[in-house]
């Protein structure tokens, strides 16, 4: 199955939008005093935007409309915080992100330590919209600021004999209460790729967002996004980067293997044990809107199929 | 201010009055919800927070149904039978809306995603389940069916046990980690019907004293 990501923006969306911004304009007017405080903040977002002109990737997604900036920040989850979103996105705030390195280590002819200075002085940045497709059933358009991760795994040169990259994150139990409490997963979280996923053009490493340092609650300083999968994969808050012979196990397949694999490339035709993944609740589109019906690869199809031609997508979910 | 208290006193006195009262009460989350649409409050994902507020309520007066009558057994008041019947119909109310916004406000009436949904999510079919039951006793509530379905109408109507049961489980199945507050209603649930389980038995016992010793 191919389907092309860049496409024109579906009817319903255009109209969720208006709908959506209808609604603000409604209330703001009857209760302008009580929202002013709210609108203001949203356009000082937009003024103090620290990139302000970046190079649109031919790889993003340039007609999606990208989800109000507002409800990407309040809506993440990061379990090292809290299981509620909204907890997760406040108890953030007390992560250090600065100075920040990141450890290259295993395959590779030159590991070593990689201050974030020091990698982002040799990058271009560039804007990337994207769809992120949560395994939750929900997701959001998001125009990220980064690269391209092989240029990172470039500098430390790696070997043939890496097959995979396992990504570790950052462990900070003062300001993280589930490190402490040792609830959910086994901390630190830890994801994977296999090697030509994490080489691919689409898998960037993102430190900004809607042309903005990217905030605590999302990955800060620096994180993963792999497109095609479910937004589990997409790392937060790197520390470590280990190109590996074998395949790492990852945090939520060691927690439920059952539930999540792997892989864990969007599919709509395979659902999670418990809860379809066939649809998906846009964020921002407004009541009465159906959910919009999920895309194999999230859309990516067209770039990512090509990876897995020879592989069982029900066995290697 | 003293006068106030008097009147209110008077009104909670009088047994018409408290039902009424009672009855506002129960709308009150409604209106909560209301206002959170009107004004914005229901965060980045308000549809889904819409499920849970809804869902939320109707398992909650389903607890309250179940507890009336441990709490008629233990203080020995009387007349709260009204009451069962309202906070009943007060879960399927809720349950009512919280199907009606899936459909409706979730799924802009689209079956065919509905359909699929249905189909692949375990969790929605023990809110289904749920429903059902819910659904069955809340038509039958009246004293006139009550009369049609004769003893029936009690074997029916202890379906409650397991609507509880299958609401609990259409909560906790959707959760990917925290399971704090669904394990809270299981509790609650378990013991509620632990309370029966336990005047059942007990009655049992007291019965099976009561047999003339021949017939042992």
């Known amino acids: 199955m191919i389907i092309k990501t860049t496409k024109a923006i579906p009817s319903h969306e255009i109209t969720d939008e208006h709908v959506f911004k209808a609604r603000r304009t409604l209330i703001k007017s009857l209760f302008a005093a009580t929202l002013v405080g709210n609108s203001q903040s949203l356009l000082a977002q937009t003024n103090s935007a620290r990139w302000q002109r970046l190079t649109q990737s031919d790889l993003s997604a340039k007609t999606l409309t990208p989800t109000p900036a507002q409800l990407v920040k309040e809506y993440t989850n990061y379990y090292e915080f809290s299981y509620n979103k909204e907890d997760s996105t406040k108890l953030a705030q007390a992560l250090t992100v600065d100075p920040w390195s990141i450890e290259i280590s295993g395959e590779v002819e030159q590991p070593g330590k990689f201050y974030l200075e020091d990698i982002l002085s040799k990058q271009t940045l560039e804007e990337r919209i994207y769809r992120f497709r949560c395994v939750e059933a929900w997701s959001m358009v998001v125009p990220w600021v980064g690269f391209p991760l092989v240029n990172l795994l470039n500098m430390a040169k790696p070997l043939s004999s890496a097959n995979f990259v396992k990504f570790t994150t950052t462990q900070q139990p003062d300001a993280m209460p589930n490190l402490r409490s040792e609830a959910i997963l086994q901390w630190p979280y830890i994801e994977g790729l296999r090697i030509d996923e994490a080489t691919h053009p689409l898998t960037i490493l993102a430190v900004g967002m809607y042309g903005d340092t990217l905030p605590k609650q999302n990955g800060a300083p620096l994180r993963l996004i792999v497109p095609w999968k479910y937004g589990f994969k997409s790392a937060k808050a790197i520390v470590k980067i280990e190109l590996l012979k074998k395949a790492p196990l990852t945090s939520w397949n060691r927690s439920a293997p059952d539930e999540y694999g792997f892989y864990a490339n969007v599919n709509p035709r395979i659902p999670h044990p418990r809860w379809s993944q066939n649809s998906e609740r846009l964020l921002g589109s407004g009541f009465f809107t159906s959910r919009r019906q999920t895309e194999l690869f999230n859309g990516y199809g067209d770039q990512v199929a090509g990876l897995y031609n020879d592989m069982d997508l029900r066995h290697f979910f | 201010m003293m006068e106030k208290i008097t009147t209110l ?68 008041w009387r007349g709260m039978a009204d009451y069962r019947k309202l906070f009943g119909l007060y879960s399927f109310f809720y349950a009512t ?50 009369k049609q379905l004769g003893r029936n109408w009690k074997k029916l109507h202890r379906f ?57």
């Not at chain 2, 308000?46 to 441990?70: E, K, N, V, Y």
């Not at chain 2, 749920?130 to 009246?142: K, Q, R």
Request: aromatic share 14%.
């Open chain 2, 9 to 76: 006193l008077t009104v909670m006195q009088s047994k018409n009055h408290r039902w009424s009262l009672v009855f506002g009460l129960c709308l009150l989350p409604l209106l909560g919800l209301v206002l959170d649409i009107l004004f914005n409050q229901l965060g980045s994902n308000p549809i889904q927070a819409l499920h849970i507020r809804l869902g939320d309520w109707s398992l909650r007066f389903l607890g309250i149904t179940l507890a009336i009558t441990p709490i008629q057994t233990i203080t020995h």
């Open chain 2, 97 to 146: 809306l919280h199907l009606l916004a899936y459909i409706a406000v979730d799924n802009n009436f689209m079956w065919g995603l509905i359909g699929t949904d249905i189909i692949e999510s375990p969790y929605i079919w023990f809110g289904i389940i749920t429903y059902i039951i819910v659904f069955l006793l809340g038509i039958t509530t009246s004293n006139w069916s009550k």
């Open chain 2, 160 to 216: 409650i046990y397991l609507a509880g049961i299958a609401g609990v489980v259409h909560y906790f199945w959707q959760l990917k980690g925290n399971l704090a507050e669904p394990l809270l209603y299981a509790l609650i649930l378990f013991l509620l019907l632990g309370f029966r389980a336990l005047v059942e038995f007990t009655r049992r016992r007291l019965s099976k004293m009561m047999i003339p010793r021949r017939f042992e």
